[in-house]
């Protein structure tokens, strides 16, 4: 089969594509090893490493600087200190809610092994679903804001194939064909304990996040389809060290996990896991020394909330109407009074408000009018960044 999308020796010649027959032909052979790359010996792994990186000269993008205003990421305090050896309470350390040590990154959806990159969702039920928090577990969701006037350079992979594209020129037709193997590698359910399966989206990944050339018009962050959520959410992946210079931190929250619901619609809103009826949150952070930051009153709560979890007398779960309230968040900032946020305040947004929206087949139009989308957003076709 034939070597390169584009036969070219350096990216200064004019492109000189292979026909369209042979690209697809390597392009099926490819998708013919989802699912079994984790079983190759580790020289026919290395082979097929560097196949793949001279293959894709050429890479299809949809790119979109207008990154999502709001990210919510999950990182289970259970596990990470249970491996720090750390007794179990809330994160006292921002590096605990970040991308793991380069030593324990492993193959990613967008990461190659030694690689930080930060997961994160549009939503905290894609959070979930693509943690499955287990009965029993102790996780942070950490709220984060884009900073105002910022731009992030993002390539969107969508959740389903364009249908019919527009084909006037070989070029073109190339495009779609490398678009539709991209939603094929990044939709492609991995088992987690056969992480070299991932390796066409992590390579490729690598290649747009870890590109060695500076430009303006480096890919920083890509946005994909959630898996997990059977391609009804969307995740964020960006570069762990840039992950300040983007956005802020806005707020910390603790939950404790009660049970996990079972049968939830991926289609819904709904979480994976019910939690106790409080949780612990903070807004204080201390940037510069790394330090999360609560309350002299954290301690005590955590183990007052702990018990409520795991405890004989601990709390039962309860069907109630969905306009009563399920969670109070207890805010232990430092040096701030207690108060508990039993309503988060939802935004409105007026008809005539421009908003930057993300379709399911990863189209994104910034700067349009509500009114012009509110339809296809009520029948969930679109999702506002």
């Not at 992950?243 to 404790?256: A, H, N």
């Not at 020394?289 to 007398?313: N, P």
């Not at 008809?351 to 009018?369: A, L, P």
Request: with cysteine.
């Amino acid at each position: 089969m034939i070597e390169k999308i584009a036969n070219n020796k350096t990216n200064q010649e004019p492109i000189n594509l292979n026909s369209i027959e042979s690209i697809k032909e390597k392009l099926d052979y490819y998708r013919s090893l989802f699912g079994k790359i984790q079983d190759l010996t580790e020289e026919d792994f290395e082979k097929l490493k560097i196949d793949i990186k001279t293959f894709f000269n050429l890479k299809s993008t949809h790119f979109t600087n207008e990154a999502p205003e709001n990210l919510v990421r999950i990182s289970n305090n259970t596990n990470i200190l249970n491996s720090q050896g750390i007794e179990l309470g809330c994160f006292t350390e921002i590096d605990q809610i970040l991308a793991p040590p380069i030593k324990f990154c492993n193959f990613g959806r967008c990461n190659l092994p030694n690689q930080q990159v930060l997961y994160c969702a549009l939503d905290p039920a894609s959070a979930y679903w693509e943690t499955k928090p287990k009965k029993g577990d102790v996780i942070t969701l950490s709220y984060w804001k884009r900073k105002k006037g910022i731009k992030i350079n993002c390539n969107v992979i969508g959740h389903e194939k364009i249908s019919d594209p527009e084909k006037d020129s070989k070029l073109k037709e190339v495009f779609y064909l490398l678009d539709d193997f991209f939603i094929d590698a990044f939709s492609y359910e991995v088992d987690r304990q056969r992480p070299q399966d991932y390796l066409f989206s992590s390579l490729l990944s690598s290649e747009f996040l870890f590109y060695p050339v500076h430009s303006e018009n480096n890919i920083e962050a890509i946005i994909y389809p959630s898996v997990q959520k059977k391609k009804f959410g969307y995740n964020f992946a960006i570069k762990n060290d840039l992950i300040f210079e983007k956005y802020d931190l806005v707020g910390l929250e603790t939950r404790f996990v009660l049970d996990e619901n079972p049968n939830i619609n991926p289609e819904t809103n709904d979480l994976t896991s019910d939690y106790i009826i409080a949780s612990i949150g903070t807004e204080t952070f201390d940037l510069k020394s790394g330090k999360i930051l609560y309350s002299d009153k954290v301690k005590e709560t955590f183990e007052f909330l702990r018990m409520l979890q795991t405890s004989e007398g601990k709390q039962q779960r309860l069907d109630v109407p969905d306009n009563v309230s399920k969670n109070m968040v207890l805010n232990l900032s430092r040096n701030s009074k207690i108060y508990v946020n039993t309503k988060p305040k939802k935004k409105r947004i007026g008809r005539n408000e421009k908003v930057n929206v993300i379709y399911s087949n990863g189209t994104v139009i910034n700067d349009i009018k509500f009114k012009k989308i509110m339809e296809d957003f009520n029948n969930g076709k679109c999702k506002i960044l």
